[in-house]
């Protein structure tokens, strides 16, 4: 069975200031994993995903991760904080290995960005 | 970029009716399709997964019977709220994943979400 688990429900950060979610992953097999944003009462929308290519990944918006497979982790950051970054972070993981594979998210990080 | 779109966006419901919510894959054909249910302030809980042309595969936990979903076609799947109660109400986002192809055969993509209240 695969998980994730985001440390931290609820991250606050200057504006301009260094972001950093954390999320440790489970996986029996090498996994694809993932991280999305949701502002409110919005569907999701895809940050970056990482894939076995490059372990440091970029996204949009000035955001990144990087795959630690002997730490089990993929924190996302980000250098520079601005405003709009204010929303509900989730890590997710799948199965790379099997065409039956569904993501599964972790408990979502709440990111709130101090003026 | 593939698309999902999903109708309605909102839906408010007298207990005891049903809903039925669609999820539609825009510019790719869905071979899988994801049903999902989010709680206020909560993360993403899957319900169940369906191939077009077969039986959706639930969840442990999930009620088949109260949450009816129907994959008829490679872009569309219908998820049914049967009898709804407001314990029902949630947002639902559905997710369809594309054939194989390229370099991410096996990428989901999120339609926006259904608000269902029911009263």
Excluded at chain 2, 3 to 22: D, F, L
Excluded at chain 2, 64 to 83: E, G, M, Q
Aim: hydrophobic fraction near 35%.
């Amino acid at each position: 069975a695969q998980s994730v688990t985001q440390l931290g429900s609820h991250v606050s950060v200057s504006e301009g200031a260094l972001v950093l979610l954390r999320c440790n992953y489970s996986s029996s097999v090498p996994p694809y994993l993932f991280w999305y944003v949701q502002y409110p009462n919005q569907g999701l929308q895809l940050l970056l995903k990482y894939t076995s290519a490059a372990t440091l990944v970029k996204g949009i918006n000035d955001f990144e991760a990087e795959f630690k497979k002997s730490e089990t982790s993929f924190h996302l950051t980000k250098p520079s904080a601005h405003m709009s970054d204010a929303a509900e972070y989730f890590c997710a993981v799948s199965d790379r290995q099997s065409s039956a594979s569904k993501i599964i998210f972790g408990s979502g990080t709440r990111l709130s960005i101090r003026p | 970029g593939a698309v999902v779109s999903q109708h309605p966006s909102r839906v408010i419901c007298k207990s005891g009716t049903s809903v039925k919510i669609e999820c539609r894959s825009l510019d790719f054909q869905a071979t899988t399709m994801f049903w999902y249910r989010q709680f206020p302030k909560k993360s993403l809980m899957l319900m169940a997964t369906s191939n077009e042309g077969s039986k959706a595969t639930y969840e442990q936990g999930v009620e088949k019977d109260k949450f009816l979903i129907n994959h008829a076609s490679l872009t569309l799947s219908t998820l049914t709220v049967t009898s709804a109660h407001p314990e029902d109400s949630s947002f639902y986002i559905c997710s369809a994943r594309a054939q194989a192809s390229g370099s991410s055969p096996y990428e989901q993509y999120f339609g926006p979400g259904t608000r269902l209240t029911v009263t």
